[in-house]
Nanobody, 123 residues
Framework: QVQLVEAGGGSVQDGGSLRLSCTTSRDTYTASCMGWFRQAPGKEREGVAT????????EYADSVKGRFIISRDNAKNTIYLQMNNLKPEDTAMYYC????????????????WGQGTQVTVGS
C-alpha cells in the first residue's frame, strides 16, 4: 500500500511562512510526478505545485507563483513546499499526491494521495 506522509502544517499570521513535507517509499518517489494540492471549505480541490522527481522540473499555479517553492530531496524520498508571504486565502487542507500521469503539472492525473495537513493563515 502506497503511503504519503505529510507534515508541517499549522497556523500563521498574514505574511508568514510554513514549509510542508511529504515522504514516501523509494519505489513511489523515484522518477515520479509529485505535487501539492489544496482544498478550502466549500471549494473544489485545486493544484498548487508539481515537481518531477527525476529532473526537478517544477510547475506552479498562478495564484502561488513567486510565493511558494516546491523542491525535492532524493536521499530522503521527500518533496517540500516552502510557502512564503502567506495570505488568508491560502487557508486550506493541503494534500500531497504522487504518480501523476501525463505531463507533470497540476492537471496531471494522480494515483496516490496523502491524508492532508491543515494550513491556516490569520489576517
Amino acid at each position: 500500500q502506497v503511503q504519503l506522509v505529510e507534515a508541517g502544517g499549522g497556523s500563521v499570521q498574514d505574511g508568514g511562512s510554513l514549509r510542508l513535507s511529504c515522504t514516501t517509499s523509494r519505489d513511489t518517489y523515484t522518477a515520479s510526478c509529485m505535487g501539492w494540492f489544496r482544498q478550502a471549505p466549500g471549494k473544489e480541490r485545486e493544484g498548487v505545485a508539481t515537481i518531477y522527481t527525476g529532473s526537478g522540473n517544477a510547475e506552479y499555479a498562478d495564484s502561488v507563483k513567486g510565493r511558494f517553492i516546491i523542491s525535492r530531496d532524493n536521499a530522503k524520498n521527500t518533496i517540500y513546499l516552502q510557502m512564503n508571504n502567506l495570505k488568508p486565502e491560502d487557508t486550506a487542507m493541503y494534500y500531497c499526491a504522487a504518480n501523476g500521469r501525463g505531463y507533470c503539472d497540476i492537471w496531471a492525473d494522480f494515483n496516490y494521495w496523502g491524508q492532508g495537513t491543515q494550513v491556516t493563515v490569520g489576517s
